[in-house]
C-alpha cells in the first residue's frame, strides 16, 4: 500500500512537473503582440516624428525570414568629424539591436545623438509574431541570425565597413555572442544585457512565481530546446565576451533593474577584457538609461563610438 501511495504520488508530481515545464517554455517561446510602452521607449512612431530622414528597408535572414528596418543616413556626415582620430564619420554606421518583445522603436532614443555626430543607423524589427503568428523567441539563439543579416545589408547594400553595434537587453546579449563570432562588429555597447538566458530565467521565475529553480528549470530548460530547436547553453553571453577583445565593448546597466539583475551587468564586465567600460547606473530600471540620465547616456555613448569606430 505504501509503495502504491508513493508510486502514485511520484505520478502526480511527475505529469505535474512536465505540465508547468510546457507552460513556462511556452512562455519563453511564444510572444505576445504588444504595443509601443512611451514611458519605456519614448519614440514609438517612425523617424519622422523625430525630424529625421529614412528609408524603409528589409533583408532576408538564412532561415529566410523577412526583416524590416529604418536605415536613417546622417545628413552630417560631411561636418562630422571623430575628435579623438581626427577622421570623417561618413563610412561609418550603427546597428540598433532591440530587446525581447520589443520592436526598432527600442533604440530611437539614441538614434538622434548617433546621427548628429555623423554615424548612419540602422534599426531593425527581429524575429517576431508581428511578422509571422508562428514565429518563436529563443533568447538570441535564432536572433543572432537576424543581426547577421543586417550586418550584411549595411556592408552589402550600404558599403558600410566600420559598424558599431548598440543593443538591449536580448539584443545586447545576442550582439555579444555575434559580435565573438563576427569581426565585422568594430564597437559595442550593451545595455541591460544578461550573462546568461537560463539564469536570468530562472530569477524571474522565482521572483515573479515564486518558484525553485530545481526541479522545474531543467524540465523548462529541455523543452525550451526541443521546441525552440535551440541549444540553451549557446544561450551564454558571458562564456563569448572575453573572445570580443581587443575589439572594445561598453556596458549599461542600473542597479535598480528589476529584469535583468544588475549582477549581469557585472559578471558580464569581469568576464569581458579590455578595452572595456562600465556604467553603474544608480538607480536606473531596465533598458531606461536615457531616461535616467538622458545627457550621460547620450554623451556616454556617442563619445565611446568616437573614440573606437
Known amino acids: 500500500m505504501i509503495k502504491k501511495t508513493i508510486i502514485s504520488i511520484s505520478l502526480v508530481f511527475s505529469v505535474l512537473l512536465c505540465a508547468a515545464g510546457w507552460h513556462f517554455s511556452s512562455v519563453i517561446l511564444h510572444l505576445g503582440i504588444n504595443e509601443c510602452d512611451q514611458e519605456h521607449y519614448v519614440f514609438c512612431g517612425d523617424p519622422s516624428t523625430q525630424n529625421i530622414e529614412f528609408e524603409n528597408v528589409s533583408f532576408t535572414s538564412s532561415d529566410?525570414?523577412?526583416?524590416?528596418?529604418?536605415y536613417m543616413a546622417s545628413s552630417?556626415?560631411?561636418?562630422?568629424?571623430?575628435?579623438?582620430?581626427?577622421?570623417?564619420?561618413?563610412?561609418?554606421?550603427?546597428?540598433?539591436?532591440?530587446g525581447r518583445g520589443a520592436n526598432r522603436t527600442e533604440g530611437m532614443r539614441y538614434a538622434k545623438p548617433l546621427l548628429a555626430a555623423g554615424y548612419h543607423v540602422l534599426a531593425f524589427?527581429?524575429?517576431?509574431?508581428?511578422?509571422?503568428?508562428?514565429?518563436?523567441?529563443?533568447?538570441?539563439?535564432?536572433?543572432?541570425?537576424?543581426?547577421?543579416?543586417?550586418?550584411?545589408?549595411?556592408?552589402n547594400k550600404k558599403n558600410i565597413k566600420q559598424i558599431g553595434l548598440m543593443g538591449f537587453s536580448m539584443g545586447a546579449a545576442t550582439g555579444i555572442i555575434v559580435m565573438a563570432k563576427?569581426?565585422?562588429?568594430?564597437?559595442?555597447?550593451?545595455?541591460?544585457?544578461?550573462?546568461?538566458?537560463?539564469?536570468?530565467?530562472?530569477?524571474?521565475?522565482?521572483?515573479?512565481?515564486?518558484?525553485?529553480?530545481?526541479?522545474?528549470?531543467?524540465?523548462?530548460?529541455?523543452?525550451?530546446?526541443?521546441?525552440?530547436?535551440?541549444?540553451?547553453?549557446?544561450?551564454?553571453?558571458?562564456?563569448?565576451?572575453?573572445?570580443?577583445?581587443?575589439?572594445?565593448?561598453?556596458?549599461?546597466?542600473?542597479?535598480a533593474d528589476q529584469t535583468v539583475d544588475f549582477s549581469h551587468g557585472q559578471r558580464l564586465f569581469a568576464a569581458a577584457n579590455e578595452p572595456k567600460q562600465f556604467w553603474q547606473a544608480e538607480g536606473?530600471?531596465?533598458?531606461?538609461?536615457?531616461?535616467?540620465?538622458?545627457?550621460?547616456?547620450?554623451?556616454?555613448?556617442?563619445?565611446?563610438?568616437?573614440?573606437?569606430?
Not at 536606473?284 to 573614440?307: C, I, M, P, Y
Open 125 to 155: 524589427d527581429m524575429r517576431h509574431p508581428r511578422q509571422d503568428p508562428n514565429i518563436l523567441s529563443t533568447m538570441s539563439f535564432h536572433e543572432r541570425k537576424d543581426v547577421t543579416a543586417a550586418l550584411d545589408f549595411l556592408e
Open 284 to 309: 536606473g530600471r531596465h533598458t531606461r538609461l536615457w531616461q535616467h540620465d538622458k545627457d550621460k547616456a547620450e554623451s556616454s555613448v556617442v563619445e565611446f563610438f568616437n573614440r573606437y569606430l
Open 76 to 98: 552630417d556626415t560631411h561636418l562630422a568629424t571623430n575628435v579623438t582620430n581626427n577622421v570623417s564619420n561618413n563610412d561609418k554606421a550603427i546597428l540598433l539591436v532591440h
Open 182 to 255: 563576427d569581426p565585422r562588429v568594430k564597437v559595442g555597447v550593451f545595455s541591460g544585457g544578461y550573462a546568461n538566458g537560463m539564469d536570468v530565467l530562472a530569477e524571474q521565475g522565482k521572483k515573479l512565481h515564486g518558484l525553485p529553480r530545481y526541479p522545474l528549470m531543467p524540465v523548462v530548460e529541455k523543452l525550451f530546446e526541443w521546441r525552440g530547436d535551440a541549444d540553451a547553453d549557446e544561450i551564454n553571453p558571458e562564456s563569448y565576451i572575453g573572445q570580443i577583445s581587443p575589439r572594445p565593448i561598453y556596458i549599461m546597466h542600473g542597479t
Open 64 to 70: 529566410g525570414l523577412t526583416l524590416p528596418g529604418w
